[in-house]
């Protein structure tokens, strides 16, 4: 921190400048997490275009995973409900934006909301029926989602059958950096939202205690069903751009193990907190993509493997366990 | 005019079992009626249909003549009607004022917002029920007395009207009773709800309560002043064995 202080000083005299006083003290009132995501955020926007195309095409991959991060974040993290199934909002965006184009000819970017809506919708239909399950029934529930939607894509003449639905859609990095850039920012937003004042107090007794909660007044079943609408939405978003990215969708878009690496990011990360979701994106993305590379069939292993030794000896993730451990770092860890 | 709970007729079957079999009850604003009756009588059941916690089979439980058993169980804690765990619930990771503040928070009718006189009404809980030292604490590290407490405050922080008590006194040294029961005449005269308390503990029951309402095996079996209840030979004849010694004045 010592180290950084000199740089956050200049830049913030720079901002002195740049921005009106009262919207400064506004910035200030912040705090340091979420300063230092908006940083983050704003330096992405801003130095993405002058990077080396390799590395711009590697940020893309990590801003829909962290996207994937915080959405699973909104729900499991927010509440405790495993969302084990969570990456069938993920195919579903993906097919969603892979029909769009190619049977109705829309616009990627259209094909990305239609995705969100698609996946916001999804997660209303699921949750209404697997939210009032609790614990591990809820996560067993949902897991079998992605399990039939794999097998109805698959036989599905109109969703290519089991071939998927390959795009040519030329090469829109750019277009796709700024989408998932847009979508990665406003779930940040959400995120410190939520965790905040009146709403923030109500989640957190909600996931302490469901029945307390719903006893001193909570609207528990509205506020997860909300959540769970949301993260499906953003899932589904990203879900959309990767499809975009990858010019394709195919039936592996609901691999089991896409949800597995969710939770591993939020676990690893911290769960329920806003810092969490980014660092366990970089943390999981990383040797995920060494992995690829020289042994595939690792990665699964080596995600099990983290996750149980961070619940084993870390259970509040790398947030979590700096916030108990050093009080004095919490404004710095949300 | 003075609020006015009431449940009439109230059935409620869990498959084959008929936990609560035609119970009506009604009680005033700022009145206490005790609630006794052997294990498994259903005195648990019947402050979960009248929290809204459960719906009853058949029957209608009502607060100022409006019907609120189909309310969801959020919905009567905000119109006035607020129920403690036999079992404490706290949220563990949250602090005694953190715990207060989220029912002061959500309990009202209209959800406070922040600012308002939202610190200074928990501060006043806090007091009343004795936890003001206990404030930082997580309430993970509370005595099972100070849990009870709390169950207490968070019910009171709701601002309900009508406050259903489940067992408050159970499990607590002779001290801790005699304690407790201070503590919520104080508060009762000051906060002035209407309360059902539900007790195993028999003197609490006999000081605390005007009318005592009689169940076994999810029937009423008779219902009045303490000094009457326990004079009953039904009553006497339910509470035969260990518990007939408690019920002799
Ligand atoms: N959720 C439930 N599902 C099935 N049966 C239940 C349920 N809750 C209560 N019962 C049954 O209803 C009856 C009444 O139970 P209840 O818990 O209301 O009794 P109680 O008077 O509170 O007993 P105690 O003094 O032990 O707390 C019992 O036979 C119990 O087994
Ligand atoms: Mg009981």
């Given amino acids: 921190m010592t180290i950084l202080r000199p740089t956050f000083l200049r830049l913030r005299a720079m901002s002195l400048r740049i921005l009106p006083g009262h919207a400064w003290g506004k910035v200030r009132a912040l705090g340091p997490t979420a300063q230092g995501l908006g940083l983050v955020l704003a330096v992405l926007a801003v130095v993405g275009p002058v990077l080396p195309v390799a590395i711009f095409v590697l940020l893309i991959l990590f801003m829909i995973y962290a996207t994937w991060a915080?959405?699973?974040?909104?729900?499991?993290?927010?509440?405790?409900?495993v969302s084990f199934g969570h990456v069938v909002f993920v195919g579903t965006g993906g097919y969603a934006l892979g029909y769009g184009v190619k049977v109705w000819n829309i616009a990627p970017f259209a094909g990305v909301a239609l995705g969100g809506v698609l996946g916001a919708v999804l997660a209303l239909v699921i949750g209404v029926v697997t939210l009032r399950l609790r614990g591990a029934y809820f996560a067993i529930a949902t897991l079998v989602t992605p399990l039939a939607a794999f097998y109805i894509v698959s036989g599905t003449p109109a969703l290519g059958d089991g071939s998927g639905l390959p795009m040519n859609l030329g090469f829109q990095i750019g277009s796709q950096y700024y989408t998932i850039w847009a979508l990665l920012a406003a779930e940040v937003a959400l995120t410190w939202w939520v965790t905040r004042g009146r709403l923030g107090l109500g989640i957190r007794a909600l996931r302490e205690d469901e029945d307390a909660a719903r006893a001193v007044g909570i609207s528990v079943s509205r506020v997860k069903l909300i959540l769970y609408i949301l993260s499906g939405g953003f899932a589904g978003a990203a879900g959309a751009v990767f499809a975009w990215y990858v010019s394709g969708v195919f039936p592996d878009s609901f691999n089991l193990l896409f949800s597995l690496t969710m939770l591993a990011m939020i676990i690893i990360g911290g769960m329920g907190t806003v810092l969490g979701p980014m660092l366990g994106a970089v943390i999981v993305l990383i040797p995920h993509q060494i992995l690829i590379r020289i042994l595939p069939q690792g990665e699964p292993i080596a995600i099990g493997v983290s996750v149980i030794?961070?619940?084993?000896?870390?259970?509040?993730?790398?947030?979590?366990?700096?916030?108990?451990?050093?009080?004095?770092?919490?404004?710095y860890f949300e | 005019m003075t609020a006015r709970l009431a449940a009439k007729g109230i059935v409620k079957r869990f498959g084959g079992v008929t936990a609560l079999d035609d119970v009506s009850l009604a009680l005033d604003q700022g009145t206490v009626l005790g609630l006794i009756g052997p294990n498994g009588s259903g005195k648990t059941t019947l402050l979960n249909v009248l929290s809204g916690t459960m719906r009853p089979t058949s029957g209608g439980v009502f607060l100022d003549g409006q019907r609120i058993d189909r309310l969801p169980g959020y919905r009567v804690v905000r119109a006035g009607v607020a129920k403690t765990h036999q079992i404490p619930k706290p949220f563990p990771g949250l602090t005694v004022r953190e715990n207060v503040l989220v029912a002061a928070t959500f309990g009202g009718r209209a959800p406070m917002r922040e600012g308002a006189d939202l610190p200074e009404q928990v501060e006043r809980i806090l007091r009343l029920v004795e936890l003001e030292p206990r404030a930082h604490a997580f309430a993970s590290a509370l005595t099972v007395q100070e849990k009870k407490r709390l169950e207490f405050g968070r019910a009171l922080a709701t601002g309900a009207r009508f406050l259903?008590?489940?067992?408050?006194?159970?499990?607590?040294?002779?001290?801790?009773?005699?304690?407790?029961?201070?503590?919520?005449?104080?508060?009762q005269a000051e906060v002035g709800f209407g309360a059902v308390v539900v007790e195993h503990v028999m003197r609490a029951v006999l000081s605390l309560a005007q009318r005592v309402l009689v169940l076994e095996?999810?029937?009423?079996?008779?219902?009045?002043?303490?000094?009457?209840?326990?004079?009953?030979?039904?009553?006497?004849?339910?509470?035969?064995g260990s518990e007939a010694t408690n019920v002799a004045p």
């Fill in chain 1, 70 to 81: 915080y959405s699973i974040n909104l729900i499991t993290g927010m509440t405790g409900y």
């Fill in chain 1, 309 to 331: 030794l961070i619940a084993l000896f870390l259970p509040g993730g790398i947030v979590g366990t700096i916030r108990q451990y050093v009080p004095d770092a919490r404004r």
């Fill in chain 2, 164 to 187: 259903l008590l489940d067992e408050t006194f159970a499990g607590l040294s002779p001290d801790e009773v005699r304690n407790s029961v201070e503590v919520f005449q104080r508060v």
């Fill in chain 2, 217 to 240: 095996e999810g029937r009423a079996i008779a219902e009045g002043t303490p000094q009457e209840v326990v004079r009953d030979p039904g009553v006497i004849e339910a509470y035969l």
